[in-house]
């Protein structure tokens, strides 16, 4: 049974581009949310998908943008990319949402 | 303004003993709390949660205690073993249509053979 599985597991971009992160929930899962911990700190809330739609947000500005596929797979997308966004891109899914998430490895993201 | 503290940023104890691992919280709204392990290149690992509804809940060698009043939970590792050495976060969530977990900074455990 696989887990949550992350794609890329490094990506090095420069300021003012544009990243997409891909993920695919466990087995059975039907949500995914996405968060980012920068170095030090713990996980901070991004959003979540749900029936393909955007179901909750954190505090993030705009250029943080995610889709969800009929598949439940999901993609984060960042745009005009700045040096503060370097940091690890986690994706963790589960059913409806409930707390108990399962958690990918991760994207681990650097902006030059 | 960080609504979970986990104030120790680490802590090292002897194999075969107890490691007890601290969490504050301020918001009232928070009523279920997990606990997740750590280790370097990889996800956070659910270890164990606990309801607001309960003071206590067990799983083998973990514990996890809640105390409302107080705004505070505490995770027990009894004994523990070096394979328990990682980062711990703390979580917390607000439950009903709050889906998201709030995390604290974490805490490097090390246990020393």
């Known amino acids: 049974d696989a887990g949550v599985t992350q794609s890329p597991t490094h990506l090095i971009k420069t300021r003012g581009q544009q990243v997409t992160l891909r993920c695919s929930p466990k087995?059975?899962?039907?949500?995914v949310s996405w968060y980012q911990q920068a170095l030090g700190q713990g996980p901070q809330f991004i959003f979540q998908?749900?029936?393909?739609?955007?179901?909750q947000r954190g505090n993030f500005p705009d250029r943080f943008s995610g889709h969800q596929f009929p598949n439940y797979s999901s993609e984060l997308n960042v745009n005009a990319l700045l040096l503060g966004d370097s940091a690890h891109y986690l994706c963790?899914?589960?059913?409806?949402?409930?707390?108990?998430?399962?958690f990918g490895s991760g994207t681990q993201l650097s902006v030059l | 303004d960080q609504q979970v503290k986990q104030n120790s940023p680490s802590l090292s104890v002897q194999e075969g003993r107890i490691s007890i691992l601290n969490c504050d919280y301020t918001?009232?709204?928070?009523?279920?709390f997990l606990w997740y392990k750590k280790y370097p290149a990889e996800g956070p690992t659910f270890l164990i949660s606990?309801?607001?509804?309960?003071d206590k809940n067990e799983d083998g060698r973990f514990t996890v205690f809640l105390n409302k009043s107080a705004k505070h939970l505490s995770l027990h590792i009894v004994p523990s073993q070096p394979g328990d050495s990682a980062v711990y976060f703390c979580?917390?969530?607000?439950?009903?249509?709050?889906?998201?977990?709030?995390f604290g900074k974490g805490t490097l455990l090390t246990v020393n053979p």
């Open positions: 087995s059975g899962h039907d949500t």
């Open positions: 963790a899914s589960s059913l409806g949402g409930k707390e108990k998430l399962f």
């Open positions: 606990i309801s607001s509804i309960k």
């Open positions: 918001n009232s709204m928070f009523d279920y």
């Open positions: 979580a917390a969530s607000g439950g009903g249509s709050n889906y998201k977990l709030t």
């Open positions: 998908y749900y029936e393909e739609e955007e179901r």
